[in-house]
């Protein structure tokens, strides 16, 4: 019988990181482990293994020198040396046995990933709310601010992600981004996107179409109009990424038009995007659920 995590608990409201190991002729685990993560001095993954913070799927602790074995599953606890607080609070809008519905600020990434581990909505909430087993069950970028949706119970989750794979939810987003007369709305993007350079941009190239996003006209203030996006699909980055090819990149989007360098955060200048609102029909209770961010955009 497999524990979870290896037996390892939630820590700070981290759950344990798992590696996968592969077939090899590494001496040893830690030799695996130096070569696998090089930002991870070796000094390091020593110390965790003092401190017994590094395990296998059975929950046997591995040492500096235990041989190594491949077609398993290693478990630890990542930390980060220092990592800056977000200054921004993410709100709970709803709470049951089942799901938490979270308002997230702009800047504050939803999972752990890269430099951000305690300063993220999942770790957040799980301080917060004391609950270890929350997953989210979609996700929306760092830089945009609104609805995220959380189960309580792993075993509800793969009902609710059934909601987003057969498109049986409703999710609607707003914009602030250039109005240009002559444009007309509603407008209905179709096109393809794929992964770009860096890794971390997405682009339009031609072929059948993977994404699709309804845009319509809230209202216009001057050189600037506030729009309201349906997304059919869920590519990442799908809705900067139609703006900024309709020649309406969204307010203070950092990465769409392409920079050279992708500029550091500035919390004065928030993306201007919102995942605004989203409604289903419950799969556990059978109740229509609709939830509304609080939060709002800024023209200014």
């Known amino acids: 019988m497999l524990a979870a995590h290896g037996g390892l608990p939630t820590r700070h409201g981290v759950s344990p990181s798992c590696v996968g190991l592969p077939a090899g002729d590494w001496p040893t685990f830690t030799e695996f482990l130096v070569q696998r993560f090089p930002a991870i001095t070796r000094a390091t993954w020593l110390q965790r293994m003092r401190d017994g913070e590094v395990v296998d799927e059975f929950g046997a602790a591995v040492t500096a020198e235990r041989p190594y074995r491949g077609h398993m599953r290693l478990y630890y606890y990542r930390a980060l040396p220092s990592e800056a607080r977000i200054p921004f609070e993410a709100t709970v809008l709803f709470q049951d046995a089942h799901l938490v519905v979270a308002d997230k600020p702009h800047f504050l990434p939803v999972t752990p990933s890269g430099h951000y581990l305690q300063e993220t909505l999942l770790v957040r909430l799980k301080n917060l709310l004391g609950i270890d087993t929350l997953i989210p069950l979609h996700r929306i970028d760092r830089e945009t601010a609104g609805l995220v949706l959380f189960c309580i119970q792993p075993a509800e989750r793969d009902a609710y992600q059934a909601l987003f794979r057969q498109r049986d939810?409703?999710?609607?987003?707003?914009?602030?981004?250039?109005?240009?007369?002559?444009?007309?709305?509603?407008?209905?993007?179709?096109?393809?996107?794929?992964?770009?350079?860096?890794?971390?941009?997405?682009?339009?190239?031609?072929?059948?179409?993977?994404?699709?996003?309804?845009?319509?006209?809230?209202?216009?203030?001057?050189?600037?109009?506030?729009?309201?996006?349906?997304?059919?699909?869920?590519?990442?980055?799908?809705?900067?990424?139609?703006?900024?090819?309709?020649?309406?990149?969204?307010?203070?989007?950092?990465?769409?038009?392409?920079?050279?360098?992708?500029?550091?955060?500035?919390?004065?200048?928030?993306?201007?995007?919102?995942?605004?609102?989203?409604?289903?029909?419950?799969?556990?209770?059978?109740?229509?659920?609709?939830?509304?961010?609080?939060?709002?955009?800024?023209?200014?």
């Open 169 to 300: 939810i409703s999710k609607h987003y707003e914009a602030i981004a250039p109005w240009r007369a002559g444009q007309t709305f509603p407008l209905l993007r179709k096109t393809r996107i794929e992964e770009d350079e860096p890794f971390f941009r997405q682009r339009e190239v031609p072929g059948e179409p993977n994404s699709e996003t309804l845009i319509e006209l809230l209202e216009i203030k001057g050189e600037r109009a506030r729009y309201a996006l349906s997304p059919v699909t869920g590519k990442k980055h799908q809705l900067r990424v139609h703006m900024n090819a309709l020649g309406l990149p969204i307010q203070n989007d950092s990465m769409y038009p392409p920079r050279e360098v992708t500029p550091d955060d500035d919390y004065s200048q928030p993306l201007q995007l919102l995942a605004k609102s989203i409604a289903f029909t419950d799969p556990l209770t059978g109740q229509a659920r609709r939830f509304q961010s609080g939060l709002s955009l800024s023209f200014a």
